[in-house]
């Protein structure tokens, strides 16, 4: 049975890959997004050569706008909530708008589904960033990673909140009205708290998206700025992968409403943000890649891995995509889209 899906952010880097994949498997889409993030008008732009002019909906709008987004929820099936503010430095220093986009923002596409005939399934995404600093878990340096000494698996979720910076706030205020409008609306929602993604369409830049970022600043020659001694370890996660557990959460709704799942590459897919991933994408690229060194930035965990076991045991997901076969597809698809990068 086909279903209407409204994507919120669905001109960015995880929306247009998830739009593509809805429309190629014959679901109805409308995307929601204030085109104002770079590479949105191109993302829109493929969706429309792939597709066709008339494949899905374009509602040009902020989900800050009460009305519009009530509107654009109606009749809607499923919602997957990808919009907003998205980088820890931008809501340094516009804590205003961060807050506006993420909480309230949030907060009115909630309502917009509580009041609405259809009562839509709504996945939303959250971040690692709800769990904070985490400067009380005991950390072991390495000559190129740091590494727990407790959580061998990666962080639960049952792991205390500490939400850490501006943008940690929006963001769990948004997870925690979620989690809650599941237990006291019944409405149908879900929780991802990703760690970082990465793929083809990703308009990387140096506050949001590190990996693309680098991939894309190597292969045009932008200068690259490494913040910490570059031992700072994160679990990686290739966008197909993060489409195969929006799709299980879907499919799995009856089962999964109202939980919240830590999704990323888990341990089996961590890098170090340069003493590993400098060296594996210099191999990949044949080259040698100059760097410049900054002092660590606010909220920056020294490590990050998820503990994906629930997510296993409940959506029956893992990984597929192996970190250099991941970073491998996204050079291709950067080399071959550089007109697109200057």
Same mark, same amino acid.
């Given at each position: 049975?086909?279903?209407?899906?409204?994507?919120?952010?669905?001109?960015?880097?995880?929306?247009?890959?998830?739009?593509?994949?809805?429309?190629?498997?014959?679901?109805?889409?409308?995307?929601?997004?204030?085109?104002? #993030?770079?590479?949105?008008?191109?993302?829109?732009?493929?969706? #429309?050569?792939?597709?066709?002019?008339?494949?899905?909906?374009?509602?040009?709008?902020?989900?800050?706008?009460?009305?519009?987004?009530?509107?654009?929820? #109606?009749?809607?099936?499923?919602?997957?909530?990808?919009?907003?503010?998205?980088?820890?430095?931008?809501?340094?220093?516009?804590?205003?708008?961060?807050?506006?986009?993420?909480?309230?923002?949030?907060?009115?596409?909630?309502?917009? &589904?509580?009041?609405?005939?259809?009562?839509?399934?709504?996945?939303?995404?959250?971040?690692?960033?709800?769990?904070?600093?985490?400067?009380?878990?005991?950390?072991?340096?390495?000559?190129?990673?740091?590494?727990?000494?407790?959580?061998?698996?990666?962080?639960?979720?049952?792991?205390?909140?500490?939400?850490?910076?501006?943008?940690?706030?929006?963001?769990?205020?948004?997870?925690?009205?979620?989690?809650?409008?599941? !237990?006291?609306?019944?409405?149908?929602?879900?929780?991802?708290?990703?760690?970082?993604?990465?793929?083809? !369409?990703?308009?990387?830049?140096?506050?949001?998206?590190?990996?693309?970022?680098?991939?894309? &600043?190597?292969?045009?020659?932008?200068?690259?700025?490494?913040?910490?001694?570059?031992?700072?370890? !994160?679990?990686?996660?290739?966008?197909?992968?993060?489409?195969?557990?929006?799709?299980?959460?879907?499919?799995?709704?009856?089962?999964?409403?109202?939980?919240?799942?830590?999704?990323?590459?888990?341990?089996? +897919?961590?890098?170090?943000?340069?003493?590993?991933?400098?060296?594996?994408?210099? !191999?990949?690229?044949?080259?040698?890649?100059?760097?410049?060194?900054?002092?660590?930035?606010?909220?920056?965990?020294?490590?990050?891995?998820?503990?994906?076991?629930?997510?296993?045991?409940?959506?029956?997901?893992?990984?597929?995509?192996?970190?250099?076969?991941?970073?491998?597809?996204?050079?291709?698809?950067?080399?071959? +889209?550089?007109?697109?990068?200057?």
């Amino acid at each position: 049975m086909t279903r209407h899906f409204l994507i919120t952010g669905g001109a960015g880097f995880i929306g247009s890959n998830y739009v593509n994949r809805l429309l190629t498997r014959g679901e109805q889409v409308t995307i929601f997004d204030n085109l104002s #993030r770079k590479g949105a008008a191109n993302n829109i732009q493929w969706l #429309r050569e792939t597709h066709g002019e008339h494949a899905f909906t374009l509602v040009i709008g902020d989900i800050i706008d009460e009305n519009l987004i009530r509107e654009a929820v #109606r009749d809607i099936d499923v919602v997957v909530h990808l919009a907003g503010q998205v980088a820890v430095t931008t809501s340094v220093n516009q804590p205003r708008m961060d807050f506006e986009s993420n909480a309230i923002g949030t907060f009115n596409l909630l309502e917009a &589904a509580r009041i609405s005939d259809s009562r839509p399934i709504i996945l939303y995404s959250s971040t690692n960033k709800v769990y904070g600093g985490m400067e009380t878990v005991r950390v072991v340096e390495e000559k190129t990673r740091y590494r727990y000494a407790d959580y061998p698996l990666g962080v639960p979720e049952t792991y205390p909140l500490d939400f850490h910076s501006p943008y940690g706030c929006s963001k769990g205020t948004g997870d925690q009205y979620m989690r809650d409008y599941a !237990r006291i609306y019944g409405l149908r929602t879900v929780v991802f708290r990703q760690s970082c993604i990465y793929g083809p !369409r990703q308009f990387g830049i140096e506050d949001q998206g590190w990996l693309a970022w680098f991939v894309i &600043a190597a292969i045009i020659g932008k200068s690259i700025t490494i913040y910490g001694n570059g031992k700072q370890v !994160r679990d990686v996660l290739y966008i197909e992968d993060l489409m195969d557990v929006f799709d299980a959460g879907v499919e799995k709704i009856d089962k999964v409403s109202g939980e919240i799942f830590n999704i990323g590459g888990g341990p089996e +897919n961590t890098l170090s943000v340069w003493q590993e991933f400098g060296p594996m994408l210099e !191999r990949q690229l044949g080259k040698s890649i100059p760097t410049k060194w900054g002092e660590w930035r606010p909220g920056d965990q020294s490590i990050y891995v998820s503990d994906i076991r629930k997510a296993e045991r409940e959506l029956s997901w893992r990984p597929q995509t192996k970190v250099e076969d991941g970073i491998a597809k996204l050079i291709q698809w950067v080399m071959a +889209n550089r007109d697109l990068f200057h």
